[in-house]
């Protein structure tokens, strides 16, 4: 008798057009920043061999330290030239690929590194829990520059070495967020009900708990987008990142430091794309934060 | 009602530590969740355990549902001790007890459609093919009320009532002979859990499942047990048929409780008990009798020493754990001693 209650169908409002509900999608991203890093670093880093004017890593000495062209330079260098006489516009460009490809290996590393172990450390609780909360504990409280120092003068500056310093100082960001939530959810009843049915560890952690964290997993990452472009910048600024001539936006800054007084602008510009970037990249992922994942405020 | 006995539990305790130290832990004391528990569930069968919150109904059922490892006793499923199943014993116990879950928005995955959750058990269970699965999810989706064209949604788009048929859905699709209901009803609005209640007795017709019910409302066990077990702090202190265990209450703990729950008619005059004091800590709980240092009837040293459960003289089914009637005591509804 109870059988036949209950079973309305659910409405779903149907939109009045289309092109409308895009319209009204589209008007509630945050349009600036994805403009921004649009012309900043994705179409550039797409698109180099197109729009970059120069070689990037030939000039002439000839035409070295020329002033941008909105600053009385000559028009064939937009930005200007750097100390060896090579555009500046067509470094900053192709060093957008740089960037993207640093920070997108560095986080996929620490991320599934950082997502297995705090999976595991949430899940199985016990002494794995342990280790890997100390290890989490150790390497927040070293210095991450330190590692890089250290890390450079072992294996040496390399795209490689980059990497691995970016995925050994943000595993553990994503570990101890991930073991969090994993610890919640593993109380939850949905994941009782699926242990009384049999389901195993693994199908347990991949089936009910993984796809409850991926919210976290995307916002964080976008959040950490930013942070790495500054870390690899600092690095190659420091001599311990991407090696010359390569035109590594952070490389480019410190070429520019000991013409800075003169040259102004073979520093300025690449600090301009970094900046612009970070800005827009946290801006997006503050964004995603909030439609995705509110409770994440204070990371 | 069948008579076979489908689970039996035997004395079963579990105590949790409480443990001291980051480092090097000590165990300074135990919780005494369940102490010394005995009751059965025959086929087609439910048997309620009643008690307030803190009462170890619950941890009763995480036992039954291997969630908890006992710390004394067994319990036997078909003669079986489960504790001790390995490989494929394991896995059909597992498919043969579910368990239904209080709250249907936490007990149901938000990132999983509802076919996929129904079908759970035999796709863990079981190797059926896509079209053996996806029929069998839609038929009992039917038997719980709901319609198959709603398979492809997410929890999220159903209301509390609807999801809890999710949730019975998903137990019974392993056609189970036990489902463990942990206050299956009391998360949902008061209109809604009628419904729930007659659906899961219309489904216990046709499915021939035994149920433990665990409720610390009374009306809800009344209309849904056969039997009822009353618990307080760790112990079944009362025992009996439904009808019975109304009709006559024993144990001083039962009448209390009786008498704190709403009558069905405003205008009904009944005792009162009010009962003074908390609840003892279960970390140390009064020797003898549990309900000894609230009880109103307590009648001196004899319910601080150990208690046996005895039976009553004109019920077979009705056993009662209290000194009111321990051996030589004159009372009338007692009899011989176990």
Redesign the interface.
């Known amino acids: 008798?109870?059988?036949?209650?209950?079973?309305q169908?659910?409405q779903t409002g149907k939109p009045r057009s289309v092109s409308r509900l895009w319209w009204r999608k589209l008007r509630e991203l945050p349009l600036v920043s994805i403009i921004i890093l649009l012309i900043v670093l994705v179409i550039p880093a797409l698109l180099a061999e197109v729009i970059a004017p120069h070689n990037p890593f030939e000039g002439s000495l000839g035409k070295r330290l020329q002033a941008p062209a909105f600053f009385g330079g000559p028009s064939e260098h937009l930005l200007g030239t750097d100390h060896q006489g090579r555009d500046i516009l067509s470094r900053i460009i192709y060093g957008s690929r740089i960037s993207i490809a640093v920070a997108a290996a560095g986080i996929l590393i620490a991320g599934i590194l950082g997502t297995l172990l705090g999976l595991m450390a949430g899940y199985f609780r016990g002494w794995i829990d342990a280790l890997v909360m100390r290890l989490v504990d150790i390497t927040l409280s070293i210095p991450a520059i330190l590692v890089a120092l250290v890390v450079a003068a072992a294996i040496g500056a390399r795209f490689s070495s980059v990497v691995f310093i970016i995925a050994l100082v943000l595993w553990a960001v994503y570990a101890r967020q991930i073991r969090g939530e994993t610890l919640k959810w593993s109380q939850?009843?949905?994941v009782?009900?699926?242990?009384?049915?049999?389901?195993?560890h693994f199908?347990i952690l991949t089936?009910?708990i993984l796809?409850?964290v991926t919210n976290t997993l995307i916002v964080l990452a976008t959040l950490q987008v930013g942070f790495v472009i500054v870390f690899e910048a600092s690095l190659s600024f420091l001599g311990v990142g991407i090696p010359r001539p390569n035109p590594a936006w952070g490389l480019m800054i410190a070429d520019g430091r000991k013409y800075v007084m003169s040259a102004w602008w073979i520093s300025f510009f690449p600090g301009l794309a970094i900046m612009l970037t970070v800005l827009s990249l946290n801006m997006l992922g503050d964004w995603l934060r909030d439609r995705l994942d509110p409770k994440l405020r204070q990371v | 009602m069948g008579t076979e006995i489908l689970l039996q539990v035997n004395n079963v305790k579990k105590y949790f530590p409480i443990t001291k130290g980051l480092l090097f832990v000590k165990t300074i004391g135990q919780v005494k969740a369940v102490d010394d528990i005995s009751f059965t569930i025959g086929e087609s069968e439910t048997l309620a355990l009643v008690g307030e919150s803190g009462c170890g109904k619950t941890t009763t059922a995480r036992l039954i549902?291997?969630?908890e490892q006992p710390t004394h006793g067994e319990i036997l499923l078909d003669g079986k001790d489960i504790y001790a199943l390995q490989g494929d014993d394991y896995?059909r116990y597992?498919?043969r007890?579910?368990?239904v879950?209080?709250?249907p928005w936490?007990?149901?995955?938000?990132?999983?459609q509802v076919r996929d959750i129904v079908a759970?058990?035999i796709i863990?269970?079981h190797k059926l093919s896509r079209q053996e699965i996806r029929d069998r999810v839609e038929k009992i989706l039917?038997?719980?009320?709901?319609?198959p064209?709603?398979a492809d949604?997410f929890p999220h788009?159903?209301?509390g009532?609807?999801r809890q048929?999710i949730?019975v859905g998903?137990a019974l699709i392993?056609n189970p002979q036990l489902i463990?209901l942990d206050e299956p009803v009391s998360a949902l609005d008061v209109s809604i859990r009628a419904?729930?209640m007659?659906?899961l007795r219309?489904v216990q017709k046709q499915y021939h499942v035994s149920y433990l019910l665990i409720v610390h409302d009374l009306a809800t066990a009344r209309y849904m047990a056969h039997k009822i077990a009353v618990m307080y702090l760790g112990k079944i202190v009362e025992y009996a048929k439904t009808e019975e265990l109304f009709n006559n209450p024993v144990h001083p703990y039962t009448k209390a409780l009786f008498s704190a729950a709403l009558p069905s008619h405003p205008d009904i005059q009944r005792e009162e008990i009010i009962l003074h004091g908390e609840v003892p800590s279960p970390i140390d709980p009064p020797t003898g009798c549990p309900f000894h240092p609230r009880c109103p009837m307590k009648i001196g040293t004899v319910c601080e020493k150990e208690i046996q459960t005895l039976r009553c003289k004109d019920n077979t089914e009705h056993w009662v754990s209290c000194g009111l009637y321990a051996e030589g005591r004159p009372e009338p509804e007692t009899g011989r001693q176990q």
């Not at chain 2, 936490?106 to 999983?112: D, K, Q, T, V, W």
């Open positions: 008798m109870s059988k036949a209650v209950a079973t169908p659910l939850s009843d949905f009782a009900r699926a242990r009384v049915a049999g389901a195993s199908r089936r009910h796809p409850n | 549902l291997l969630l896995r597992r498919d007890v579910q368990a879950f209080q709250d936490s007990s149901l995955n938000p990132r999983i759970e058990p863990v269970n039917v038997d719980v009320g709901l319609d064209v709603h949604r788009e159903f209301s009532g609807q048929r949730a998903s392993s463990v419904q729930i007659n659906l219309d």
